[in-house]
């Protein structure tokens, strides 16, 4: 016989402070304009933006919709949620960094792989892996992105 389903429906706090967390600087962005802003140029890859959204938006419902009915009790000790907070720190540090006029390519991949990166380690920390492979997904279409619009011109 099959496996019993592990999962249920319920919310993460976790996963929805991660989400707001990553966000809080986009949402800066959007209302105050770098003095150098590459990040405003238009899209090249209109088809792989869209399909990123659909997998960024299925990507945080389940990370924090969704509970692992055996994942255990939160612990800031753990490896893979240390991972999660070194990324995000890295990633913040890359944004103070864009606003002070400091944008290379360094810098827009370090905006672009740390956040992907936290998001899955937090999906394997929680043994979410429904979120993990979407996170997978989610972070090859947003580096294809990034490397098509700024790297491969």
Known sequence: MGKKIQFKMGFSFIGLILFALVMIPNIVWVFVPS?????????TTPVIDIFQTIFQVLMIASLILLINKKEKKLSIRTPFLIASIICLIIYYINWVLYYSGTVNLTVLALLTIPPCLSFTFLSIDRKNWFACGL??????????HFLLNHVVK
């Open 35 to 43: 003095s150098n802003d590459p990040l405003r140029i238009e899209s």
């Open 135 to 144: 996170s997978i997904i989610f972070f090859m279409l947003h580096l294809t």
